[in-house]
Every structure is written in C-alpha cells, then in structure tokens.
C-alpha cells in the first residue's frame, strides 16, 4: 500500500520512561535488576488467582533466589483498581518494611500497584483525593523501585503513565495520571503468560487491539505513536488466533505480549476515542469485564468513524494485512470494520451486550449514556458524539 | 502575553464567555452538576488576572478574581493557554503532563466537560465577535 496522505497534530510530543525487557524466562533476572534499582526488601502484589496458578510462586521463587528478600505478598488485588483496596495495599507495602515492589498480573494489579506506590511515594494513606485531582504531575517525583510484569497480553498498564481506578460509591472510573506510576522496568517473561485461559487471552488481547486501533485514530494522533500502534496491529492479527488456540506457543504468546506493550506506548502519547469511553461506562454500570467491553464496542465504534478519518483506518487495515491496493480509503476502512469482526469470531468472541444484561432500553441505558458523554477519552474520538450517538452506539451493540 | 494586551482582556472575554455559555442548556445543567466553587488563576500574568466560577448549590455565579472563599479547584495557567484552551486548541491532557495547567483540588468534575469543549469552543468564537475581538480568533 502507498502512505496515503495524513493529517497529524503540527504540534506533539511522545514520552515513555520504563525500560522494556523481553525473555522467554526473563524473571530469572528479576534479583540482579531489582538490586541495579537499588531495592533490598521486595513486596509483591499480584491476585488470588495467579497465586493459584503458581504465576506469582514463579516470580517469589527468583526474589528468593536472590540476594533480595521477598518480605510480603499482597494478592487480594480485586477486577479493576478500587480505592479502598488501593489504601489496603499501602498499608501492606509500609507494614512489611519493603523498599521495592514487584507486580504480577494484569491491568487490576499493575494499576493498583501504581497507586499503591504513589501512596508510598508521596507519604498519603488515602488515594481517593489524588484519584479526584486526576492529574498528578505538579510536584511529582521519582517513586521507589517498581518492577511489572505483565501476565495478560492486553492493558499495557507496564508503560503507561495513567490508571483507570473504579470508585465504586460514584459508580463511575477515574483516569488518573502520573509521571512515575509506571514501572521501572516492564519485564516482559512470555511463560508467565501460557495459564491464561482462552477466553481471558481473546479479550485482553482485544483490549491491545482497541489501545493501537484507537490510539492511532485519536484527535491526537502522531506519527510515533502510528509506528508503535500500526506494528501492534500487525502483531495482534497474526499471533491473536495463535495464542488462543495453542497456549503453550511461546512465540504467539511472546508477541502479543510486546503487541500489548507497543499499544500501551502508542496510546499513552495520544489517548484513546469512543470505544473506551463507552467500555468505561459498561463496566461502572454492568461490571462488563474492560477487555470484553472493548471488543464488543470496538467494530461498532470503527464503522461510526469510519467515513471521519478513512486513511487511518485505511492504513490500520494494511497492517491487519488486508489487501487494500487501489481501493479507496473508505472502502479499505469497511473492510477493517469486517476483519475486526472476523478476528473476533476466530478468537470464540461472540458475545454481545445481551450477554452482560444490558437492557435493550434507551431510557433504563440514559444514566450510562451520560457517564460515557463525560468519559475523557471520548474528547479525542475523531468523530464527535452527542449523547443520542453514543446511545445508538450502544443499542448497536445490544443486537 | 500574545494574544492579550494586558491582564483586564482575557477576564473580559472569559467573564463573557461564561455568561454566554450558561445560556446553553447542556453547559448549564453540565456546570451545575460540577458543584464546586472554580478559581481559573492566570495570575502568572498578572495579580488581577482571574476569576471563578461558583456553581454551588444549583446556581452558577460568574466574578472576576479570587473567591473570598476556599475554592475546591484552583486551576493555574496562562492566560494565553487559557485562550488556547477555550479555543479547543490546547490538549488539556497534553498540558497538565508539561505543566502548562496546574490542577489543585477535585477537578473530577470539571474534566467530564472536557468533552464539551468543541461546542464551548463555538460559544467562544461568537463571544469574541461580540466584543469585536476578531482578531483573536484562532483558527
């Protein structure tokens, strides 16, 4: 395919701090890399279930191989970054002594673990006016040592400077950002990955597909941004259907974990569009799992944007590896709409809203219509939406 | 300043900008909702360049300066960010990542209009033909 002709910002930047590491086994490295940071009394903070499957044991099993000592393991890590669990996970981190911390999971640890940190960090025991400033960039500065590792391919919550913290009293989730909540060092051990279910592996990696396809449709779009999420595209259309189907394939998995990285990179600089908006909104009101909202609102989201920036999606389509030579760009944005809906149906991802129990109502769905109206991220959708699109959004997804 | 011959400008157009927005009933039930009394601090241009907004208690009242009393959002940048911003040409977020808007309290609230901006930006466009300030007008 030619460059077709985009528009970008004239004015952007891109930032991103976390050094990446990657290694089939990289966790055997955890202790020399923890002491480079300077930490001596490790804690780790991870979820029930990882500590069933002995993910979290095989990362504890290197902190003890170590000259580190592994002095806690908080692993009543809740689905998505609540406040009071957030505050729970302070006290844990300051009752244990440690100096450095280690995450293991996916999207609910990691940013529970960055607000644990910022906690620790700045010397506050309650999160909930930090989640309400939102923005936490005056006065920040460096936290101790923090190491993840991502054990779904999807949030890329290990670089991104931001975290989605579900106050459940305002039904609603907060989008807090600051400089130093991302990890040290992301490291990046594909074997740590091979017990995810099917299921979790189609819908997290969804999640990676929706951060780089919004990310590189975004009002704030830019061209490093379009390299890191255009490749992720890439990635996620080959090695998707092949992590969900052979679990073991260290390859597959492996790639779609630096996949979910690339669009945590791509859209951390450039924000996300309606989809995640609408995600957000599913998920305060009907507990929709963010991965599954995503993928449920994603191709409905494209196909109303569609005809708004067609060279992106154009391009976006190129990188799924459809042939779009001589077609037009709105034509070769239809046909990305179609390979999103195929890819899903290759992945066992069939559901629709039907299935979480949201009500086919517009009236009983208005209170979520707002909160997804007020969402931040639908600010740079490239289509403007009043609330009777996002509504006709939504009873699109119902069917 | 680039876009402001002195400190009473920008007040002028923002106070305007207000009076003229809560005429739009989305923007006015949105601000109601915000509930808090707003300090907008350009003061880095000028120690009388400022004024809140106090939309407490389902009423929104506009004047220039610092609230006598304890605002619960303080919002600190320039006044020519300030235009950029109501112009829909500032990334808020973008901003408040290279300090270039300073946030000090709750702002939860005033960020779910962030996605109000393009039609406050309209409303903007006209406030600024209304006090013949054309030549303002970013495009």
């Not at chain 1, 590896?321 to 890819?343: F, N, S, T």
Request: net charge negative.
């Amino acid at each position: 395919m030619r460059y077709p002709d985009i528009n970008f910002e004239s004015f952007f930047t891109w930032a991103n701090r976390p050094r990446i590491m990657y290694s089939p086994g990289l966790r055997r490295e955890l202790g020399y890399e923890m002491a480079q940071l300077g930490a001596t009394k490790v804690v780790m903070f991870t979820d029930e279930g990882l500590v069933k499957a002995g993910v979290a044991d095989a990362v504890a099993e290197e902190v003890k191989n170590s000259a580190l000592k592994l002095v806690g393991t908080f692993d009543e890590i809740l689905q998505d970054a609540r406040i009071e669990n957030i505050n729970e996970g302070a006290e844990f981190y300051r009752k244990t002594g440690a100096d450095a911390m280690v995450a293991v999971g996916g999207g609910s640890v990691m940013d529970t673990a960055k607000a644990v940190n910022i906690l620790v960090g700045s010397g506050e025991k309650d999160f909930r006016p930090l989640a309400e400033q939102a923005g936490l960039w005056e006065g920040a500065q460096p936290l101790p040592p923090h190491v993840a590792f991502p054990t779904t391919a999807g949030t890329g919550c290990e670089v991104t400077t931001a975290m989605v913290v579900l106050d459940t009293e305002a039904r609603a989730k907060l989008q807090v950002t600051h400089p130093y909540c991302n990890s040290d060092i992301a490291m990046l051990d594909p074997e740590l990955t091979v017990r995810l279910p099917p299921k979790i592996t189609a819908s997290t990696g969804m999640d990676a597909l929706t951060h780089a396809i919004e990310g590189i449709t975004s009002t704030g779009a830019q061209p490093i941004s379009d390299a890191l999420g255009l490749h992720a595209v890439r990635l996620i259309f080959k090695y998707l259907p092949l992590a969900v189907k052979e679990p073991d394939n260290i390859d597959a998995r492996g790639n779609m974990l630096i996949a979910g990285t690339l669009a945590g990179m791509c859209f951390v600089n450039t924000m996300l569009g309606a989809a995640h908006a609408t995600a957000h909104a599913l998920g305060a009101f009907y507990g929709v799992p963010h991965g599954f909202a995503n993928a449920i609102m994603l191709p409905v989201v494209m196909d109303f944007n569609s005809e708004h920036s067609p060279e992106r999606y154009m391009m976006i389509a190129d990188a799924m590896g459809l042939d779009v030579a001589g077609k037009g760009p709105l034509q070769a944005a239809k046909e990305a709409v179609e390979a999103v809906i195929r890819l899903k149906s290759e992945i066992g991802l069939t559901e629709t809203l039907k299935d979480f129990n949201v009500p086919a109502d517009p009236e009983k769905l208005m209170p979520m219509v707002e909160l997804a109206g007020t969402d931040g991220q639908i600010s740079y959708n490239p289509r403007y939406l009043e609330e009777e699109d996002i509504l006709g959004l939504y009873m699109k997804a119902i069917q | 300043m680039e876009y402001w011959k002195d400190e009473t400008e920008p007040i002028k157009a923002f106070l305007k900008l207000f009076e003229n927005a809560s005429k739009d009933e989305e923007l006015n039930s949105g601000l109601k909702k915000v509930n808090q009394l707003i300090w907008f601090d350009y003061t880095e241009d000028g120690p009388n360049c400022s004024f809140n907004v106090d939309c407490r208690g389902g009423e929104i009242k506009v004047a220039a300066g610092k609230p006598e009393g304890k605002p619960d959002l303080v919002m600190s940048l320039s006044a020519d960010d300030a235009h950029r911003s109501w112009s829909n040409k500032l990334n808020p977020v973008m901003a408040i990542t290279r300090k270039k808007i300073r946030v000090k309290g709750s702002a939860t609230g005033l960020l779910k209009l962030a996605p109000k901006l393009k039609k406050v930006a309209v409303i903007y466009e006209k406030t600024l033909k209304e006090l013949g300030w054309e030549d303002k007008i970013m495009k």
